[in-house]
């Protein structure tokens, strides 16, 4: 039988299209939160991260929107390459006892991006 | 600059066997981590230090211990293996630093407990 947390939600898209991954996260104490891609075989790569004091951050061809009120993350990606095909996960800091998380994150699930030419 | 370097990247044992996993990063940085991977999950914390000499417990500590005797090396063993430690490990560092959340990740270490 199928076990919970062995499919992942995927997105496919055409060249060029924009993509938008969505997250959930749960801390509303948490102060960072951060988007990774993760290719075949290899280890996370940071894309951006956002202060939970901001609603919006844009990067080089990726913008990551914040809603605290709703606790909703997302990534949007313009203009998407085959390069871009990966496993993209969010991640959120928590602050611990006295305001200090020392770096450590909670992953999400992660979205299967795949990008058709 | 090599960044974060695992090693071994793969590994076969035996149940009841025990191994070390070596991370080692040359960024100087204070903080590392060790989290494991499963099918379809994101990462989970197993251990993490705060600097030389210093480990806490993580999301899921239980069947490993580390070590951080020097401060660009992180260890992780496994006293006795068992087949739901079969993952693929991966070893993160970061400077200590309040206004960014990015950490630095290693390739991973492929595990398979028989």
């Known amino acids: 039988g199928e076990s919970v947390g062995l499919h992942l939600p995927t997105l496919s898209v055409q060249e060029g299209d924009n993509s938008i991954i969505n997250c959930a996260y749960s801390n509303s104490a948490s102060d960072y939160f951060i988007w990774y891609k993760q290719e075949s075989g290899k280890g996370p790569q940071f894309i951006i991260d956002?202060?939970?004091?901001?609603d919006k951050r844009q990067g080089q061809r990726v913008t990551v929107l914040l809603n605290k009120t709703v606790k909703h993350l997302s990534l949007q990606i313009a203009a998407t390459q085959p390069g871009d095909s990966a496993v993209y996960f969010c991640a959120e800091r928590s602050q611990g006892a006295g305001g200090t998380s020392y770096g450590k994150l909670t992953f999400g699930q992660g979205t299967i991006l795949t990008v058709h030419p | 600059n090599a960044g974060v370097t695992q090693t071994p990247k793969f590994r076969v044992l035996k149940t009841g066997q025990s191994m070390t996993l070596l991370c080692a990063q040359d960024m100087n940085h204070e903080y590392m981590y060790w989290y494991r991977q499963d099918p379809g999950m994101g990462l989970r914390l197993i251990h993490y230090?705060?600097?030389?000499?210093?480990?806490a417990k993580g999301e899921v500590p239980d069947g490993y211990n580390v070590s951080r005797l020097k401060k660009q090396n992180f260890l992780l063993g496994l006293e006795s293996a068992a087949p739901s430690q079969t993952s693929v490990y991966f070893c993160?560092?970061?400077?200590?630093?309040?206004?960014?959340?990015?950490?630095?990740f290693g390739e991973g270490s492929r595990l398979t407990v028989l």
């Open positions: 230090s705060v600097g030389e000499g210093t480990t």
């Open positions: 993160a560092s970061t400077p200590n630093r309040r206004l960014s959340g990015e950490l630095f």
């Open positions: 956002i202060r939970s004091n901001m």
